[in-house]
Each structure stands twice: as C-alpha cells, then as structure tokens.
C-alpha cells in the first residue's frame, strides 16, 4: 500500500466523520419538519460522502440491474461486507427503511433522526415481545409503502467468509407477504473491516431478480443465499481481478 493511498483513506475517514457530525447538528432543526425534507438530506448526505470518496480515494460506485426493482413495496435483502453499504444505499430506493440495533436509537442526534426517519429498531436477543414489536413496525412501514433494508447475516462478513444467515430475513419475508429482492455487492475488497484504509477502484452493487412472496420459510432461504453469495463472489472476484490488472 503506497503511503499517498493511505494519506488519501485517512484524509477520506476524517471528512466522512466530519461532514455527517456537521448534518446531524446543522441539519436538527428538519427533526420539526415533515419527514420527506429530512429523508431529502440524509440522501444528499449519501451523495456527498459517495463524491468525497470517488475525488479523495479514487473508488466509485457502479448500480446494476435496478430495471429489476418491482413496483410497489418490497423487502430488500443486502450481502454486508462494510460499513459501506449503510450509507451508500439509501438513494438507490426511493423511501427504505433500515433495520437498526436498538441502541443507536440512544445516540443523541443520531438516534434521534432514526426516528425522524422512522427505520426499524431491533432488539436482539429480547425474546418473542421484541420481535413482535419487529414486525409490527415493519408491517406499518409496508403499508405505508415503503422499501425495508435488512442485512440477513446480521453482521459484517469478510469477502470469501462463510456465509451466515439468520432466521429473521425469513420471519419478515412470511410476515410482510410482498417480493424479497436480493443485493450482491464487493463493498468489501475496497472498505475492508476494522481498517482505516480505503482503496480506490468500483464497489459494484447488483439488484437480483425478486423472489415472489409465498414461498416456504427453508425453500426462500436457500434460494435467496444462493443467489446473494453467487453473484457476491462473482463480484469480489471481478474486483480483485481489476485491481491486479490496474
């Protein structure tokens, strides 16, 4: 790694902390305004960060197949490699709602826009009453329209790590009947876990075809980890494939 490379990620994560402490304080006052504004924001705060990495770091951001988005509401189901994703996503749906560990909800200014925001608190390892809490939120935030983001693995994994996905992604699929869409990406060949360094090149993000609603709990599993980890590790191989070649 040359040192300018690392100058560059350090310089990279210093404004990324920087610009999103600057919009939650400068932007508080949208916690009185009608949540479409403050949504606005948090989309343009996705941009900017997306814009300081591609003239800082040199890494990208390329979108496939978003023709596959259905109409209407639906469940998207995304590989999580980095932190990455739960930011750089947000703009590619039209009005999503994130499930978050319910202590973020505590941080002030932040937990306090989640809620503006009206994501998804999860509370883990709280027994059958938070799940229904879950659920019930998650039925409301369907019916009102709008998209839901889980992560199925629950945590970040490593490209080429093995692959673990929890129950809860099939609770929801049965619970909210709509479509699931899968979401491969290779967010983690460029944003590695626990590191400062961000190394340039295109983080690829894949919208595959949805899976239609009804499908039994083991059947929808299986057939959404195939498709998520197939297309996944196609995508970390075209990465690490272009950075040997640049």
Known sequence: MAPTAMARSILFNVLFYVTTALFVVLCSPLLFCPRSWSFAALKFHSRVELWLLKYIVGLDFELRGKDKLPDGPF??????????????????FRDPALLMKRELFWIPFHGWFSTKFKMIPVDRDKGPA???????AAKDRIAAGREIIIFPEGTRRAPGAPPAY????????????????????????FWPRRSWYRAPGTVVVEILDPIPAG???????????EAIETASDRLVAEAEASRKIN
């Not at 938070?130 to 019930?136: F, P, Q």
């Not at 499908?215 to 980890?225: C, E, K, S």
């Open 215 to 225: 499908l039994p709990r083991a059947g929808f599993l299986a057939r959404l980890q």
């Open 166 to 189: 929890k129950t809860g992604i099939a609770l929801l699929y049965n619970a909210l009947d709509v479509p699931c869409v899968p979401v491969a990406l290779n967010s983690g060949v």
């Open 130 to 136: 938070a799940l229904r809490r879950m659920l019930t």
């Open 75 to 92: 469940l998207v189901a995304s590989k999580h490699q980095s932190a990455w994703e739960t930011f750089a996503l947000i703009p590619v």
